[in-house]
């Protein structure tokens, strides 16, 4: 007998013969296996003979089943079987938050069974369209009124821990391909569920603690803000310094636009300086096609840092080590994302975080939370820099990290951090790479070349990096000598080297030399070289030099091959 709520519109079948009955009251009885239909208090109760039951795969829309077991034939119990409630998603014990999870999944348009063993709950849940049946998590037979092939996630989450470590116990009985995950109150509870076979375990004072941090944070970032406007806005009619690392990098030029962008928006002017170089076609082109006004105050002996009412440093936090300032500096904001000793770093106001992968993520929160509009120019200024400091997100990216790109991403020209990446090549870059293609020498995969005398060292990296595309060659190095020294730069894609160490082994006596096993680079000094007038004979030492020193390090005989 099934008796269901008029509303009903579901899809209805007789386990006798397997044929579809219309649950409509007039329609219901033409089916050979109904004897009789009526409407008692609202519901529609179709009865079936004695030997057949009814089923429906579907209880939302209000189905009140109350298959009476009596009437069933004990031989056809196995076609019943058959017709087991199918469950994707179980959700074992429904207290708050089983209930909870229940109701976001079946938003999500999920099919879900909850099970619990108190039977009055079981009933409310069914009010409130749930399917849902009674079970205990203690009994082994649990699962049998459900399908198992059709279950793929199961979640326990009953308070109780051992009838937790029972269910996780009889579900992958059932079946090892059920992903169980499982609630545990501590970590102790954590690792029994983990050991009985819990894919996850979540622990629901963690998840709180973690809440409650990330509102912490948002109430500190808040404050944050703040107390940043009320140190630029003491600056009044003066002016602030934004000085940033040695040879700054798009994560500091960028983080130091942010700062400025900031003053202004409470009317303080500012001016951002560095010293050393920008170097890198990348860089260079990020702060020609961005615009960005860096000042060098070596250069600019107009004015000193006298001229200045306050100073920022930015993403650095010692004045004196890496950045322009004298070691005594009086510093008003430190912004950084290194880690420092946090007992000597000495500002007025300071905001170090380490678990940012970047300054300029940073920098994103601070003008999110003070509501400052980000132009198109500071919101690709900005996602560069997260984007090289952190190595496209491969190197200390975190969920900040992330957050911010991901505030940036919309706002950025795509087109113009293309044109970052891919930067032109200058001609003086270019008879760089026509030097190196002439002078190449070859010895089976390896090739070394030379390119004369060396005025943009970046060029030479550029150089090896090309070279090394070159059909059969595995190891490239490129050297060019500069003014007292012999710059060298080597590249490999061949797994046994290790490009590295044999740098070290090379010119590591005479010179510095270091790097990875894929990428390496090295400076031998001229000495008494470096006064020689002829470059031809200089090029020529050098050569030897290079040559003899880089094969006999790599077990490679000169001239063989
Ligand atoms: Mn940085």
Known sequence: MLTFKKRFSGLLWCNGCGKIINPDMHHATYHP????????????????KSAYTLQTPHIRGGI????????????????????????PYLVIGSGNIGSAVARELVNRNKKVVLIDRDAAKVETLKEQEFEAIVGDLNDPSLLDSIDVKSVEVALI???????????IDTIKQASESIQVIARAPNSIAKTKLTEAGADSVIMPPRVVSDATLRILDRVESARHASNVLNILRSIGNGKLAIVVHDNPDPDAMSSAVALKTIAASVDIESEMLYRGEIGHQENKAFINLLQIDMGKLDEQKAHSLEDFKKIALIDCSMPGENNLLPKD???????DHHPAEMKEVQAEYIDIRPNAGATATIMTKYLQELDIPISKDLATALLYGIRTDTLGFKRNANPIDLTAAALLYPLADHDILDRIETPAISTETLDVFGEAIMNRKIRGSYLITNVGTL?????????????????????????????DQIYLSARS?????????????AFGETGSAGGHATMAGAQIPLGVFS???DRQALMKISEEVVMKRFFAAIGVENGAE
């Open 455 to 483: 005025r943009d060292r970046d060029a030479l990296a550029q150089a090896a990096d090309y070279l090394l595309n070159l059909e059969g060659i595995t190891t490239v190095l490129v050297y060019g000598i500069g003014e």
């Open 33 to 48: 296996h109904v004897v009789d239909r009526i409407m008692y208090d609202e519901h529609l109760v179709i009865m079936a």
């Open 493 to 505: 894609n061949d797994i046994r080297m290790n490009l590295g160490k044999s740098m070290q082994d």
């Open 329 to 335: 500096s009086d510093v008003a904001i430190i912004i």
């Open 64 to 87: 009140n089943i109350t298959d009476s077991k009596k009437t069933s034939d004990p031989q056809k119990s196995a076609t019943n079987g058959d017709k087991k409630l199918q469950a």
């Open 531 to 533: 006064d020689t007038r």
């Open 157 to 167: 989450l009953s308070s109780d821990v051992s009838a937790n470590e029972n269910a």
